[in-house]
């Protein structure tokens, strides 16, 4: 009599990775992107500081040359002040005589507050795109952790019907995708929820840290930054421990990035720690 094999909708994974390695994967792949998004800082700052120097040369040649009375009527307001500020300069709230000694102004203005918006653009734009990559590695480690540990989509309230699961070969793949449905349905709450969901599903508390209250400040930040252009929402003034005001610009600067860089490395590092421990 011949025997077979009993029939399973499971399929084997000759290739599959170990969960330490895939952990240790998702938290390298962080840290190099980190460590990517600290030079392209640096030398974003110093091409910038590069650009702005060769443009004041520039326009320093022009003022050089205006005439005794216009150079007179220059000096006298003060521009230097003016682009000194972080501020957008508004020169027709100042009253000019001479023409030459306008066009000067309005080329400098212009020159100084395009500085601006690119300053704020590249510091902004870094940090969004460390919020993303963190959230892309918590997202991925969530994933492995529900694929390794099936039995906690018990809990969830979510379900699928038969078309969703008939559209995939077998339950590994059904797992793979919701798994990575799951995880980034999670990530994509608020962080202090997220917070309670890694308490109350692995017993990894975030909010004991000492700097809990700026970690969640560079997310609310960042979303002020995609959805108010920077500055201070309703969200952000409920929820950050900082003293603003709404509508009030939510300025970033090196050393905010460089505070950002450190302890988003070192959640990272305590998440990859804890997990590893947990389900090796």
């Known amino acids: 009599m011949i025997k077979h094999r009993k029939a399973t909708i499971y399929r084997s994974n000759n290739k599959s ?15 190099d992107k980190i460590s990517a998004l600290r030079v392209i800082n640096e030398l974003s700052s110093k091409v910038l500081d590069g650009h702005l120097q060769s443009l004041i040369e520039d326009m320093d ?27 957008s300069i508004e020169i ?21 507050n395009h500085r ?22 918590l997202s991925n480690v969530l994933s492995t952790i529900l694929r390794k ?15 969703e699961a008939f559209q995939h070969l077998d339950l590994y793949e059904l ?23 890694l308490s109350t599903k692995f017993k990894f508390t975030l909010n004991q840290q000492i700097d809990w209250n700026q970690f969640k400040e560079f997310f609310y930040r960042c979303h002020a930054i995609v959805h108010n252009y920077g500055y201070a929402d309703s969200t952000y003034v409920a929820k950050a421990k900082y003293k603003v005001h709404e509508d009030e610009w939510l300025e970033i600067d090196n050393v ?19 997990f590893e421990k947990k389900y090796s």
Not at 149 to 163: G, L, T, V
Not at 258 to 267: H, L, M, Q, R, V
């Open 175 to 197: 797992l793979k995708v919701s798994s990575k449905k799951e995880s980034r349905s999670i990530i994509d709450v608020d962080i202090d929820k997220l917070d309670e969901y």
């Open 61 to 87: 040649q022009k003022i050089a040359k205006l005439p005794k009375k216009a150079k007179s009527e220059y000096d006298s307001l003060g521009v230097e002040m003016l682009a000194s500020s972080s501020q």
């Open 116 to 137: 601006e918006h690119i300053r704020r653009s590249s510091k902004e734009m870094i940090l969004v795109y460390l919020i993303i990559i963190f959230e892309e590695f």
């Open 92 to 112: 027709d709230d100042i009253n000019i005589e001479q023409p030459k000694v306008a066009e000067i102004i309005e080329q400098e203005a212009e020159m100084y």
């Open 256 to 274: 905010y990035l460089a505070k950002a860089f450190d302890i988003f490395e070192k959640y990272s590092n305590q998440i990859s720690v804890f």
């Open 149 to 163: 540990r099936p039995e906690i989509f018990k809990s969830s309230h979510k379900s699928i019907n038969y078309k």
């Open 17 to 31: 990775e170990s969960f330490t390695s895939l952990l240790s994967f998702h938290h390298t792949s962080l840290k």
